[in-house]
RNA sequence: GCGCCCGUAGCUCAGCGGAUAGAGCAUCCGCCUCCUAAGCGGAGGGUCGCGCGUUCAAGUCGCGCCGGGCGCGCCA
C-alpha cells in the first residue's frame, strides 16, 4: 500500500477493512468459499455518480468463488458492518463494483484536517526515513550547461524535493568529470587557445571544444596571469590550465544552477576516486571475486555472466582505468555512505551503460535494483519552425542561462518536469520565449495569485469558527477532493519516480478551483459562508504552495 | 542485426488492469455593472500504430509485426 496514514489513506484503510471482515463474515456462515482475499483496490472513482470510494473486491473474488462478480458484491454488501468507520452507504454498481459513499460532513473534516497541516501537508511516509541519493545533471565540466542538463536539473531536483517529502532522507549529488579523456581533450584545447591568444604557432586540435566560452576564459586567464605559463614544459602547462579552468567552469555550472533553483548537497569529484586509489581497490575486490579477464593486454569485466553481450574494458591496454572502472569505484563508494537505494538520471544516449553498471554492482555484491536509473529522453529544440542540432563540441547550443533569461525558471521547470522523462521534448524557443503567457505553469501560478488577491481584499478574521458544514456546493466538494488527494499523489510521485504527476496534480487542482471561482463568490454578505469559503480557498493556495514547491516553482502572491 | 524508449483528438501530451479514454493549444459559439478574463462555460474532433493472446475486464499485461528516436568503442 503506498499510502499508510494518509487522510485519503485513513479512509481507504477503513473501508477495506470493512469489505475484508465481510468476506470473512460470509466465509464463516459458508456462504463464500475462499482461501484467501485478493489483493483488492479501493480507489476513488473518475465519476462522481461512483460515490466517494469504488471497491473491485467482489469482481476479483469472482473466480475463487465461483460466483458471479454481482452475486458476491450482494453478499458483501449484506454483511458490511458500517457502524462506525464513517461510511454510509453502499451501492453495487456496473460489473460488480460496490461504490462507497461516506457520510455527510466528512469533507469538512478533511479540510479541517488540512488547514491543520498547513505546509506540510501532502507529506507522507512512504519513505520511512530510508536513505536515499538522487545523481543528476553531473556534467562534463568543460562547457556550459545546455537543455538536456536543464532537464535533468529540473527532474532530479524535483524528484529529490519529492522523496523528502515522501519520507525518505535525500541527497542530492553532482558528479564532476575531472578525469579521463576528455579532461586531456580540454587541456589541448586550453593550450592551443592559450598559445593562440598569445600570438604563438599553435594548432587548434581536430577533437577540441569549440564552446564560445573557452577563449573568452583564456583570455581572463591571461590577464591574470600573462605568459607566465608560456615558458613551462607543455605537460605543467596543460596541467595548470585545465586546473584553472575546471575550477572556474565548475563554478559557473554551480551558478547556473543555482539560478534554476537547484542546489546539491555533495559535489563528487571522479579524479580523487583515482587520486585515493578508491579506483584500483574495486578492481582488486573484482578480480577477488573472479569477474576480471584478461584479453589483449586490457582488463575486462565479465559481463556475460550477468547476462550482457560482451564483456567491458575496465583498464586499457594502456593501464589506464576507463570511465566504466571509476563509475563502479563511485557507486561503490555511495553504497559504502549508507545510502539504501541510489537514483541515478542520465540521457537516453547511456542506456547501453544502465545494464553494466547494475551487473557491476550485483559482482560486487550488491542487489542491482539498489542502483535505479532514470533515463530520460531528448529535448529536441527548434527555431523558426527548424530543428536546431544540439552540440557541445561544435558549441552550437542554448544554454541553461540563457534559457533562464529568456524562458524563465518556473516556466523552465514546470515544462521540463510536467511531461514524463520517458517522452522527447520538442522545445520550441519562439514559442517558449514569445507565448509565455499561454505556458501552462501560469495557470497554476494564476489561481495561486487569485487566492492571494481574495485574501488581501477580506475584512480581517473575527477569530469565529470554521464551519465547513457550510461548503456544500457541488464545486466546493470537488475542490476538498481534490485537495485531500494531495498526499497520495505525492507518495505515488515518489514510489514511481515520476515527478510529472506532480504537474499533472497542480493542473488538475488548478482547473477545479478556477472553475469553483466561476460559480461561488468568497467575498459574500454571509460571514458564515465567507469564512468557511475563505477557509477553503486559503487551504487551495497552501496545497499549490506545496505542490509548486515540490517543483522548484514559485507561488506569486500577485501576477 | 541486437537492446532500450516512444506511437492515444489537427498539434503537444496525461492516463495506478476497471465503469462513457482526458487536458492544453488550434477551430467554432457564449460569458467581465460581480473577489485578477494569464479566467470560466459549451461545441466539434478518436479503428488508443496493426494483429494475436492472457483476463470477468486491455490504451494499460504478453508475443509478433509496422513506423520514429537512441544506443551497440581499449569514448564518456
Known sequence: MPEKDTLMGQRKKLISAAVIAALHSARDTGELDFDQVKDFLVERPREEAHGDFAVNAAMLMAKICGKPPREIARIISERLDLAGNGIAAVEIAGPGFLNFRMREGWLGEALTEILAAGADFGRCNVGDGERIQVEFVSANPTGELHMGNARGAAIGDSLASILDFAGFRVEREFYINDAGNQIEKFANTLNALYLMELGQEAQFPEDGYHGQDLPKLIQKLVGEVGDKYLRVEESLRKEYLAGYALKNKLADIRDALENFGVKYDVWFSERSLHDSGAVMDVLKELEERGWLLKIDDAIW???????????????????????????????????????????????????????????????????????????????????????????????????????VEEVGKDAARFLFVMRSSDSLIDFDLDLAKSQSADNPVYYVQ??????????????????????????????????????????????????????????????????????????????????GLQRARLALVGAVAQVLKNGLNLLGVSAPRTM
Open 446 to 527: 494564476y489561481a495561486h495569485a487569485r487566492i492571494c488577491s481574495i485574501l488581501a481584499q477580506a475584512a480581517q478574521t473575527d477569530g469565529a469558527a470554521v464551519d465547513t458544514g457550510l461548503l456544500n456546493h457541488p464545486a466546493e466538494q470537488q475542490l476538498i477532493l481534490h485537495l485531500a488527494d494531495f498526499p497520495d499523489q505525492v507518495a505515488y510521485a515518489a514510489t514511481r519516480r515520476e515527478p510529472h504527476h506532480i504537474a499533472a496534480y497542480l493542473l488538475d487542482l488548478a482547473a477545479c478551483f478556477h472553475n469553483f471561482y466561476g460559480q461561488c463568490h468568497c467575498l459574500v454578505e454571509d460571514q
Open 301 to 403: 569485466l565479465d559481463c556475460q555472466r550477468f547476462g550482457e553481450e560482451k564483456p567491458e574494458v575496465l583498464v586499457r591496454g594502456n593501464g589506464i582505468p576507463t570511465y566504466f572502472a571509476a563509475d563502479i569505484a563511485y557507486h561503490k563508494n555511495k553504497f559504502a555512505r549508507g545510502f539504501r537505494t541510489l537514483i541515478d538520471i542520465w540521457g537516453a544516449d547511456h542506456h547501453g551503460h544502465v545494464a553494466r553498471m547494475q551487473g557491476a554492482m550485483e559482482a560486487l555484491g550488491y542487489d542491482r535494483d539498489r542502483l535505479e536509473v532514470i533515463l530520460m529522453q531528448f529535448v529536441r529544440l527548434y527555431q523558426g519552425g527548424e530543428l536546431l542540432k544540439m552540440s557541445k563540441r561544435t558549441g552550437t547550443y542554448v544554454t541553461l542561462n540563457e534559457l
